[in-house]
């Protein structure tokens, strides 16, 4: 299918504009937005405006831009099973109190089908652990903990919250800046109430047009992840942005929809405003919960509404963007994406010519599993007559996002209209999403998901194909078997309309001044060593640490040395040597937050990892375990260019040396010809070298306790 863009030379825009991904970038885009700021004043996007709020000792007149290094103090911070380890961690740092068990959500909600002795001990250690931190707790069954966040008034609009897990970013549907951390982040939050971040570049996404009738929030966001899937927004802050008219058109079942699955497009958050829209919608709910307690509820009540609204939290006209994506949203149809990756997505109507066949169908996860999305998928089949069922061969699975969407479900009847149509309900959690429990996918199956990731073997086994759509289409494709729409929709226009332009601050040339970095003691002010070439983009950290040691307690230092980057090449071991520096790819250390990808690597005697750029869990874990990465694109360029027609070999010793002087914020290379050359690269603060002075964020934690 061809799409249409409103401007042809967007991509090479979008390539103009550096991409900043690990924390020591390039520095000309940030330079450039940090310049243009300074002499503008204080204007700031609403993500610089939240962050402002949560930052703690800023020094006096300062106001925060992107690629700034904060220390945080989020108002909220939620783990769920991850709970029991973090709590490990923050044992293991020396801590014996929560620092401000205010702001510590703990939930269970991943495996809570899982009725083994351990995963049931694992879980009582997690409530006894709150019971004695005196920290709110919510039992397996209650709901998935991002649902809770949202519905319990814990996430709330203009404040800062995080979790360590990748779907926080649907706070930010109820205008909430939600961000993923990592467990050494969250045990660093319960210790003192603080972990560190730095400041995304941040996207503003521009909404036009109406949402015809059939095409839902699901739809907006895949579609957005398929017209967009060159790293568009990779590891960017997300701002969404439209008329009244357009907002209006957008509930915030859809806005928690869209900004959840930001995560999958590869950004760090996805905000939209506090709008009218919200305004209702938190009242109704202000009222639902004083209707079902009697009483009003101690966050979701009328008069912190108000207040809310009378300092409503909003960008500044005209604040500065890295760029700017737009999509009309009345040319939308439903949207299909897969099978197996978030990145192909395909209008309905093209897919359902293909008449692919189902075997499994699911309305589960945070993502589309509220009472209006169980509404939406009921309708389908009561539209069908009082006889409509799954069709045969075919299993439908169905879990409410918490027990209070599944009583609203329940009140409308919409529950039981499933359930009686055949569909098999599960608990309250995530379920086959995170591929735990019943259901899952099995080889050679096809299944179709409202759910937000549809990765290779995620849902179940590897040789399955599995695709996302709406709950309509999830419904509709349950009862024909195979993928089809709920025949809702009219076409409204051939093709979706979308554009890319970056920002005029961005692309503008930056004069780059020679400064010089303050240099705490115990901290080197350079590193040098021999180039060790690994040439790929996508190594994910599965490459670097192999996932069948991560969860083996005590795997000694000498065993992670032999096995690092055993899946990438098995070779890498016998090739590098401890001191030499490893230059990859593209988005290196993407995929889980297993913190042994970087420590790993230090086990191997590696301190420094140079790459064009780094998937950010694994930045946040390399500079919590004391490992250096720096983003250095065209040294990525220079080496592919020199070795296009040599051998193609995994992991290459390429006798270049590479030294970086943190002082001068210089990256140099010496060419095996004996070739000098070097790049300007971002700053390294005193703040954050602290961290690595400390051996990592752990230490650094036990210095303040």
């Given amino acids: ?242 008329s009244e008219e357009t907002m209006k058109s957008l509930k915030i079942d859809d806005r928690l929809a869209i900004a959840n699955m930001t995560t999958e497009w590869g950004a760090l958050s996805g905000l939209f405003p506090a709008d009218g829209v919200l305004k209702q919608w938190m009242e109704q709910k202000a009222s639902e919960h004083s209707d079902r307690l009697s009483e009003s509820h101690p966050r979701l009540n009328k008069e912190r509404i108000e207040e809310l609204f009378k300092n409503n939290v909003e960008a500044d006209a005209d604040a500065t963007y890295a760029k700017t994506l737009s999509l009309d949203l009345s040319t939308l149809s439903p949207f299909v994406a897969g099978p197996n990756s978030v ?79 055949g569909a098999k309900p599960l608990p309250a959690g995530c379920g086959p999403c995170i591929g735990l429990g019943t259901g899952l996918l099995e080889d050679g199956e096809v299944g179709i998901s409202a759910t937000n990731r549809n990765f290779k073997g995620r849902m179940g086994s590897r040789d399955a194909l599995a695709y996302l759509a709406s709950p309509e289409v999830v419904a509709a494709s349950a009862i024909k078997g195979s993928i089809a729409g709920a025949g809702t929709y009219s076409p409204v226009a051939e093709k979706p309309t979308f554009s890319t332009a970056a920002a005029s601050a961005a692309s503008a040339a930056a004069e780059v001044t020679e400064s010089k970095t303050a240099i705490l003691p115990g901290f080197p002010s350079s590193i040098e060593g021999e180039i060790v070439f690994c040439d790929a983009d996508n190594i994910n950290t599965d490459g670097i640490y192999p996932g069948k040691y991560t969860y083996q307690d005590n795997v000694p230092k000498e065993t992670m040395a032999q096995v690092v980057m055993e899946n990438y090449d098995a070779e890498f071991t016998k090739l590098a040597k401890e001191g030499d520096i490893i230059v990859s790819g593209y988005n290196f250390g993407t995929g889980s937050s297993r913190e042994q990808a970087a420590t790993a690597l230090l086990a191997k005697g590696i301190k420094l990892v140079l790459a064009g750029s780094f998937g950010n869990i694994f930045s946040r874990n390399s500079i919590n375990n004391a490992l250096m990465t720096v983003e250095v694109p065209d040294l990525i360029t220079r080496l592919r260019e020199e070795y296009k027609d040599a051998e193609k070999v995994a992991t290459r010793r390429t006798g ?50």
């Fill in 343 to 421: 990145k192909i997505a395909t209008p309905l109507p093209e897919l359902e010519k293909q008449n692919i066949a189902i075997h499994k169908a699911y309305l589960v996860s945070c993502t589309n599993s509220r009472a209006s999305d169980i509404g939406a998928a009921a309708s389908v089949f009561r539209a069908q007559g009082p006889d409509a069922k799954v069709a045969p061969g075919v299993e439908f699975y169905i879990a409410a996002a918490s027990t209070l969407e599944q009583a609203a479900a329940e009140k409308a009847g919409d529950w039981q209209v499933l359930v009686n149509a």
């Fill in 1 to 242: 299918m061809v799409l249409t863009r409103l401007s042809t030379s967007s991509r090479l825009l979008a390539r103009q504009t550096p991409r900043i991904q690990s924390f020591f970038q390039p520095a000309t885009s940030f330079r450039v937005v940090r310049s243009l700021a300074t002499a503008a004043g204080a204007r700031q996007n609403l993500t610089e405006k939240i962050v402002q709020r949560f930052s703690k000792d800023l020094p006096e007149g300062k106001f925060v831009r992107s690629g700034d290094y904060v220390s945080i103090q989020p108002h909220k911070c939620m783990t769920h099973d991850n709970s029991w380890p973090v709590a490990t961690k923050f044992f293991s740092i020396g801590a014996t109190k929560v620092d401000n068990t205010e702001q510590i959500v703990l939930t269970l909600d991943h495996d809570v089908q899982n009725k083994s002795e351990a995963n049931l001990r694992k879980y009582k250690n997690i409530e006894e652990f709150a019971k004695q931190q005196g920290i709110v707790f919510y039992p397996a069954g209650r709901g998935i903990g991002h649902q809770i966040m949202v519905e319990e008034g814990y996430a709330w609009p203009g404040t800062l919250s995080v979790a360590s897990d990748s779907h926080s970013n649907m706070y930010g549907g109820i205008s909430c800046l939600g961000t993923p951390v990592v467990r050494t982040d969250a045990a660093s939050i319960w210790a003192t109430g603080r972990t560190w971040w730095q400041i995304p570049p941040v996207a503003r996404v521009e909404l036009k047009g109406t949402l015809p009738k059939g095409v839902s929030g699901k739809d907006v966001i895949v579609s957005l992840c398929g017209l967009f899937n060159k790293d568009d927004v990779l590891n960017h802050a997300i701002e969404f942005t439209g």
């Fill in 656 to 705: 270049w040396k590479v030294k970086w002087d943190v002082e001068r914020s210089w990256v140099e290379i010496t060419e095996k010809s004996g070739k000098t050359w070097g790049m300007k690269v971002g700053e390294l603060p005193p703040n954050v070298q602290e961290v690595f002075v400390q051996g990592g964020l752990e230490g650094w934690v036990k210095a303040q306790l």
